[in-house]
């Protein structure tokens, strides 16, 4: 089995009705729609500034808004939900889905903040908290029940606690009802007051703590306690790589660097080449895709492009400044 078979422009030939891309990728099946289709998609993964996370890939913004756009111009849909479940999934969609699309998307969390693991008690979370939220709304709906988008997104938006839900799109099908549920209800949504909840960017090292917790040997506790504090020092080193990377940029602009570093900025499609080409010189020169805890710091990719700091600069210094925390950071950063 191929692990890389889901990467960005497969997802998007699928997504798309593009069978001529997909022959002889895995089955070949694409969504075959045309406009009296309405569409469903929910996704569900890492992600961080104007992008969606893939193994060894990503999905910028940009990209995605631009196969929406071509969908619509080429009639593959009457309506079209998206639910994201996402760290920062509102950064791709906020300032980037234009209105009027006959679009509606409901996204874990805002542009600039984590998105988080639920039932997580037993060290692994069993779910995310938007995810968990929507679809145990929807189990316990009454037989015959006629909701709509918007009146679904208020529940949400109230249930969930740790992040802000948002929409974005076209609020003009916030007034459309959901398919009357025709089953009894499978659930009863009473949700315990203890579950234990983690920052989907901290859910890698609360699964080592837990089980640090839980071991009754010795030299296993304390093979798990090297491996966190490994873990715990390559991100140190880890945001000590960015602060340089900041330095770099703003070699002529030291007044923007608290800027760069602080705020999670809203992002513009005209941005996303001087992004990408951020990106893949990092991803070429510093860490790959399994580094996931970098994903938190991207937001300083982006920022450098919006301002216009000397982006050459660091494009320039960048395989320098990787090569020696390259050698400091031992371990998977996640």
């Known amino acids: 089995e191929n692990t890389n ?22 089955t070949g099946r694409v969504i075959e729609s045309d406009e009296n289709t309405n569409l469903f998609v929910y996704f569900a993964d890492h992600g961080g500034t104007g992008m969606l996370c893939f193994p060894n890939d990503n999905l910028m913004a940009d990209d995605l808004e631009n196969t929406l756009s071509q969908m619509r111009r080429k009639k593959k849909y009457d309506k079209f939900i998206f639910y994201v479940e996402a760290c920062e999934s509102g950064s791709m969609f906020d300032n980037i889905l234009p209105e009027h699309t006959d679009i509606f998307v409901m ?8 998105s988080w693991g639920w039932y997580c008690d037993d060290g692994t979370c069993l779910g995310d908290e938007f995810s968990v939220r929507w679809m145990e709304h929807m189990d316990s709906e009454k037989t015959g029940t006629l909701e709509t988008f918007f009146h679904q997104y208020q529940h949400v938006r109230t249930a969930v606690t740790k992040s802000h839900v948002q929409v974005y799109g076209d609020f003009s099908l916030g007034p459309e009802e959901l398919t009357p549920n025709k089953k009894h209800p499978t659930y009863s949504e009473t949700v315990p007051g203890d579950v234990v909840s983690v920052s989907s960017r901290e859910a890698a090292l609360h699964y080592l703590r837990h089980k640090i917790s839980k071991s009754n040997d010795v030299a296993e506790k304390q093979k798990l306690q090297n491996k966190l504090d490994e873990i715990v020092k390559a991100r140190k080193l880890g945001d000590q790589l960015f602060d340089e990377f900041v330095m770099a940029a703003t070699a002529n602009s030291p007044k923007v660097r608290s800027l760069i570093s602080e705020e999670k900025l809203g992002l513009r499609k005209d941005i996303f080449p001087c992004y990408k080409k951020l990106l893949h010189r990092f991803r070429t020169f510093c860490f790959g895709h399994e580094n996931e805890y970098f994903l938190q710091h991207f937001y300083k990719f982006a920022n450098i492009c919006l301002l216009s700091t000397d982006v050459d600069n660091l494009l320039r210094e960048m395989p320098a400044i990787c090569k020696s925390h390259r050698a400091a950071i031992k371990v998977t950063v996640v």
Do not use: H, P
């Open 5 to 26: 078979l889901f990467v960005r422009f497969q997802f998007l030939n699928i997504l798309s009705g593009n069978k001529t891309s997909m022959k002889g990728i895995g």
């Open 107 to 114: 996204t874990a969390a805002a542009r600039d903040e984590s």
